[in-house]
C-alpha cells in the first residue's frame, strides 16, 4: 500500500515473530522465473506444455471437452490486438500494515511504541474478531440463496458430487472508490483509511476444523492526507488460516487502474490451481495492460502460523469457491477495516474445474448452486442489523456487488475534488502495490 507522502506520519513496521514469518512464507513459496522469466517475445499461446509446466503455467486446456476454461486462458494470455502478453517478475513484498490512530488508543488499543530511529512498531492482533466469511453450506445444484456476513459480499458455490474444486477463475474491473456520503472528511484523522478488496479463493468456510483460505485479488483503499483524500490501488495475495493471528498480505508488482467516467477500469483476470492437498499456484494478469504476473506455488500456511495445531498439515479441502467484494480485517486491530464507497464491481468469466483429485477426472462447470453473500453492519445502540453492501446475480458466469451508498459531495472528496460532483472523474493515486 502507499502512503500519501504529505500525510508526515512516522513509517511503520511489525514486531516478532512476523518478520520472521514473513521471510519462511517467502522461503516456502516457489516463484516459477525468477531467476530466468520468460522472454519479451514469450508467446505462452504457442508454447508447448513442457515450456509452460517450467514456468508454472498452466498447460493449455482441451478446446473441445473444456471451452469455458479454453476461452479464459486464451483471454489472459492475449493482450489487447491480439499481441502476446508481457510477463512481470512476481516480487515478495508485504503490505504496510494499518497506522494505529488516536481513536484506537482511546478505545483501549496499545499496540504501538515509539523506537529511537522513529518507527512505529505494531505488534500483532492476538486474534481477528472479525468474521471471514459464511458457514458452510451445501447447496449442490439448487437455486441460488443468499446469506449475510459482517465483511464479504459476493458469491460462492459448493463443490458437490464427490469431487473437489480444482481451480477457480474470475474477473472483474477495477472499481472507483471515495469516502461515503455521511461520513464528513474532518472525522478521519490524518493517515486514516477505509478499506476493500475485490479477490477469488478457496474455502475459507468458519464452520469446519483448519479451515484456509487461499486467495488473490486487488485491493481499493481511501487514505486522509492533509487536506484531501486520496484512492491507492493494489494487487496482492494471501493464504488465510482460521483461528490464528495473520501477517499481512504479499503485495505484487502488478500496476492497476481504476475506472473515470470516461473509461472502465483495468480489467483483472485471476485463477487459483491446487496442485495437490498442501500447494495452491496463484496466477493474475491486468488484461488491460496486457500484463501477467509470473505465477507461483504457495505452501499452506500452518508450519509457520501454527506450528503446533492438531491435525497439520491444513489440506486444500476444495469446497467452495468464492468470488468477493470484503471489508478487510485492520491488521493491527483485529476489527474490520470502515468500508469505503466503491464502484459497482462486476465478476465475470466465473468457472470452477472438479475433479476427484488435482488433473483427476475432471470436469468444468459455471456457477450452478451459488450462494450470494450481503454485507451487513451490526449496530449495538439501537440494536440492528442494516446491510451495507449487495450481491446481484447476472446469468450463470456473472455476479456484481455494490456498496449501498454514494460518494460524498464535500470538497476534498475524490470524485468531488475534479469539480463535477460525486459522479465526476477520480484523481486518484494510481499506483501499484
Same mark, same amino acid.
Given at each position: 500500500m502507499s502512503v500519501n507522502a504529505s500525510s508526515q506520519l512516522p513509517p511503520v513496521q511489525i514486531s516478532e515473530p512476523f518478520p520472521a514469518i514473513l521471510d519462511e512464507?517467502? *522461503? !516456502?513459496t516457489c516463484f516459477f522465473g525468477w531467476e530466468n522469466p520468460p522472454a519479451? $517475445? &514469450? $508467446? =505462452?499461446? !504457442?508454447a508447448d506444455d513442457d515450456l509452460l509446466k517450467s514456468y508454472g503455467l498452466p498447460p493449455r486446456p482441451d478446446k473441445v471437452r473444456f471451452p469455458v476454461r479454453y476461452a479464459f486462458w486464451m483471454k489472459m494470455f492475449t493482450a489487447k490486438k491480439g499481441a502476446p502478453v508481457k510477463f512481470i517478475r512476481s516480487t515478495f513484498e508485504y503490505e504496510h500494515v494499518e497506522r494505529v490512530l488516536q481513536k484506537d488508543v482511546e478505545a483501549g488499543f496499545q499496540p504501538a511504541v515509539e523506537t529511537d530511529n522513529g518507527l512505529v512498531t505494531v505488534k500483532a492482533p492476538r486474534r481477528a474478531d472479525a468474521r471471514r466469511g459464511p458457514p458452510p453450506r451445501r447447496l449442490g445444484k439448487g437455486v441460488a440463496a443468499q446469506d449475510t456476513s459482517t465483511n464479504w459480499c459476493g458469491a460462492y458455490v459448493t463443490a458437490h458430487d464427490g469431487r473437489i474444486i480444482t481451480e477457480i477463475h474470475g474477473s472483474w474491473k477495477v472499481p472507483q472508490v471515495d469516502v461515503p456520503s455521511g461520513v464528513g472528511l474532518n472525522e478521519l484523522e490524518l493517515g486514516e483509511e477505509l478499506r476493500? %478488496? %475485490?479477490?477469488? @479463493? #478457496? $474455502? @475459507?468456510? *468458519?464452520g469446519y476444523l483448519n479451515a484456509s483460505l487461499p486467495q488473490i485479488g486487488t485491493s481499493? &483503499?481511501?487514505?486522509?492526507? #492533509? %487536506?484531501l483524500a486520496t484512492a491507492v490501488h493494489g494487487v496482492w495475495w494471501q493464504w488465510w488460516l482460521r483461528g490464528? =493471528?495473520? =501477517?499481512? =498480505?504479499i503485495k505484487l508488482p502488478l500496476k492497476v487502474r481504476p475506472g473515470t467516467d470516461d473509461r472502465p477500469g483495468d480489467e483483472i483476470m485471476a485463477s487459483l490451481f491446487v496442485v495437490d492437498s498442501t500447494h495452491v499456484i496463484y496466477l493474475i494478469a491486468n488484461h488491460t495492460t496486457g500484463e501477467v504476473c509470473t505465477p507461483f506455488k504457495v505452501l499452506e500456511p500452518s508450519a509457520y502460523l501454527a506450528p503446533d495445531l492438531p491435525g497439520r498439515?491444513? *489440506?486444500v479441502s476444495g469446497a467452495t469457491g468464492e468470488w468477493i467484494t470484503e471489508r478487510p480485517v485492520n491488521w493491527t486491530t483485529g476489527r474490520s477495516d470502515r468500508l469505503p464507497f466503491y464502484g459497482q464491481v462486476y465478476f465475470e468469466d466465473c468457472h470452477i474445474v472438479l475433479g476427484r483429485a488435482p488433473h483427476v477426472d475432471e470436469l468444468e462447470e459455471r456457477p450452478r448452486g451459488t450462494l450470494l453473500i450481503r454485507a451487513i453492519r451490526v449496530d449495538r445502540d439501537p440494536p440492528r442489523a442494516m446491510t451495507i453492501a449487495?450481491?446481484? *446475480?447476472? @446469468?450463470?458466469m456473472r455476479f456484481s456487488t455494490r456498496f449501498l451508498g454514494t460518494p460524498t459531495d464535500e470538497a476534498g472528496g475524490i470524485f468531488s475534488a475534479a469539480g463535477s460532483g460525486p459522479t465526476g472523474s477520480a484523481p486518484s493515486s494510481l499506483t501499484g502495490p
Amino acid at each position: 500500500m502507499s502512503v500519501n507522502a504529505s500525510s508526515q506520519l512516522p513509517p511503520v513496521q511489525i514486531s516478532e515473530p512476523f518478520p520472521a514469518i514473513l521471510d519462511e512464507i517467502r *522461503r !516456502t513459496t516457489c516463484f516459477f522465473g525468477w531467476e530466468n522469466p520468460p522472454a519479451d $517475445d &514469450f $508467446d =505462452p499461446r !504457442t508454447a508447448d506444455d513442457d515450456l509452460l509446466k517450467s514456468y508454472g503455467l498452466p498447460p493449455r486446456p482441451d478446446k473441445v471437452r473444456f471451452p469455458v476454461r479454453y476461452a479464459f486462458w486464451m483471454k489472459m494470455f492475449t493482450a489487447k490486438k491480439g499481441a502476446p502478453v508481457k510477463f512481470i517478475r512476481s516480487t515478495f513484498e508485504y503490505e504496510h500494515v494499518e497506522r494505529v490512530l488516536q481513536k484506537d488508543v482511546e478505545a483501549g488499543f496499545q499496540p504501538a511504541v515509539e523506537t529511537d530511529n522513529g518507527l512505529v512498531t505494531v505488534k500483532a492482533p492476538r486474534r481477528a474478531d472479525a468474521r471471514r466469511g459464511p458457514p458452510p453450506r451445501r447447496l449442490g445444484k439448487g437455486v441460488a440463496a443468499q446469506d449475510t456476513s459482517t465483511n464479504w459480499c459476493g458469491a460462492y458455490v459448493t463443490a458437490h458430487d464427490g469431487r473437489i474444486i480444482t481451480e477457480i477463475h474470475g474477473s472483474w474491473k477495477v472499481p472507483q472508490v471515495d469516502v461515503p456520503s455521511g461520513v464528513g472528511l474532518n472525522e478521519l484523522e490524518l493517515g486514516e483509511e477505509l478499506r476493500c %478488496s %475485490s479477490w477469488l @479463493g #478457496l $474455502d @475459507g468456510q *468458519r464452520g469446519y476444523l483448519n479451515a484456509s483460505l487461499p486467495q488473490i485479488g486487488t485491493s481499493h &483503499f481511501v487514505q486522509k492526507g #492533509l %487536506s484531501l483524500a486520496t484512492a491507492v490501488h493494489g494487487v496482492w495475495w494471501q493464504w488465510w488460516l482460521r483461528g490464528v =493471528p495473520n =501477517p499481512p =498480505p504479499i503485495k505484487l508488482p502488478l500496476k492497476v487502474r481504476p475506472g473515470t467516467d470516461d473509461r472502465p477500469g483495468d480489467e483483472i483476470m485471476a485463477s487459483l490451481f491446487v496442485v495437490d492437498s498442501t500447494h495452491v499456484i496463484y496466477l493474475i494478469a491486468n488484461h488491460t495492460t496486457g500484463e501477467v504476473c509470473t505465477p507461483f506455488k504457495v505452501l499452506e500456511p500452518s508450519a509457520y502460523l501454527a506450528p503446533d495445531l492438531p491435525g497439520r498439515p491444513v *489440506r486444500v479441502s476444495g469446497a467452495t469457491g468464492e468470488w468477493i467484494t470484503e471489508r478487510p480485517v485492520n491488521w493491527t486491530t483485529g476489527r474490520s477495516d470502515r468500508l469505503p464507497f466503491y464502484g459497482q464491481v462486476y465478476f465475470e468469466d466465473c468457472h470452477i474445474v472438479l475433479g476427484r483429485a488435482p488433473h483427476v477426472d475432471e470436469l468444468e462447470e459455471r456457477p450452478r448452486g451459488t450462494l450470494l453473500i450481503r454485507a451487513i453492519r451490526v449496530d449495538r445502540d439501537p440494536p440492528r442489523a442494516m446491510t451495507i453492501a449487495r450481491a446481484k *446475480r447476472h @446469468g450463470r458466469m456473472r455476479f456484481s456487488t455494490r456498496f449501498l451508498g454514494t460518494p460524498t459531495d464535500e470538497a476534498g472528496g475524490i470524485f468531488s475534488a475534479a469539480g463535477s460532483g460525486p459522479t465526476g472523474s477520480a484523481p486518484s493515486s494510481l499506483t501499484g502495490p
